[in-house]
C-alpha cells in the first residue's frame, strides 16, 4: 500500500480551518441591517405651516407640508454637500448657484440629481422624519 503524503488528522484539521474561516467571511460580507427605525426629527403637525416648511439646521433637513401631506427633503445639496436655504418659492443652492423646487428637483444646475426625500410617519398629531 501506497504511503499518502497527508495524514487524516492533517486533512480534517485543514477542513475545520477552511470552513470556520468560510464561515468568517460570509460573516464579514454579509452587511449589517437594523430593524430598528430611528427618528431624526419629531413636530408637531400643527407646527408645520400649509404649503411652508419647518426647518432643522442641525439636523440639515426640512419637514414640508403641501395639499398632498407631509414630506421632508435633505437640505444637503446633491452637488457639493452645501446647506440649501429654503425660500418661498424654491430652495437655493448659496454656494454655486444650484436651485430646487418646491419637490426637491434640480431646476438649476450645477445640480444634477433632486434633493433626498426623507420618509415621514404620522404618529397622532405628531410627524416623525425617519432614517
Same mark, same amino acid.
Given at each position: 500500500? =501506497?504511503?499518502?503524503?497527508?495524514?487524516?488528522?492533517?486533512? #480534517?484539521?485543514?477542513?475545520?480551518?477552511?470552513?470556520? $474561516?468560510? *464561515?468568517?467571511?460570509?460573516?464579514?460580507? @454579509?452587511?449589517?441591517? $437594523?430593524?430598528?427605525?430611528?427618528?431624526? /426629527? $419629531?413636530?408637531?403637525?400643527?407646527?408645520?405651516?400649509?404649503? *411652508?416648511? +419647518?426647518?432643522?439646521?442641525? =439636523?440639515?433637513?426640512?419637514?414640508?407640508?403641501?395639499?398632498?401631506?407631509?414630506?421632508?427633503?435633505? +437640505? #444637503?445639496?446633491?452637488?457639493?454637500?452645501?446647506? /440649501?436655504?429654503? @425660500?418661498?418659492?424654491?430652495?437655493?443652492?448659496?454656494?454655486? *448657484?444650484?436651485?430646487?423646487?418646491?419637490?426637491?428637483? !434640480?431646476?438649476?444646475?450645477?445640480?444634477?440629481?433632486?434633493? /433626498?426625500?426623507?420618509? !415621514? =410617519? +404620522?404618529? *397622532?398629531?405628531?410627524? =416623525?422624519? /425617519?432614517?
Amino acid at each position: 500500500m =501506497e504511503k499518502l503524503p497527508q495524514s487524516r488528522r492533517k486533512f #480534517i484539521t485543514t477542513l475545520t480551518l477552511l470552513l470556520a $474561516s468560510g *464561515g468568517l467571511l460570509v460573516r464579514y460580507l @454579509t452587511p449589517r441591517t $437594523s430593524d430598528k427605525r430611528r427618528v431624526l /426629527v $419629531s413636530a408637531a403637525a400643527a407646527d408645520v405651516p400649509q404649503n *411652508g416648511a +419647518l426647518l432643522f439646521r442641525n =439636523e440639515r433637513l426640512a419637514l414640508m407640508r403641501d395639499d398632498t401631506g407631509f414630506y421632508a427633503l435633505s +437640505l #444637503i445639496c446633491t452637488h457639493l454637500g452645501c446647506t /440649501v436655504t429654503v @425660500t418661498e418659492d424654491d430652495l437655493s443652492c448659496p454656494c454655486h *448657484g444650484s436651485r430646487f423646487d418646491r419637490q426637491g428637483k !434640480v431646476l438649476t444646475g450645477p445640480a444634477d440629481r433632486a434633493l /433626498v426625500r426623507m420618509k !415621514v =410617519e +404620522l404618529r *397622532g398629531d405628531m410627524v =416623525e422624519v /425617519v432614517g
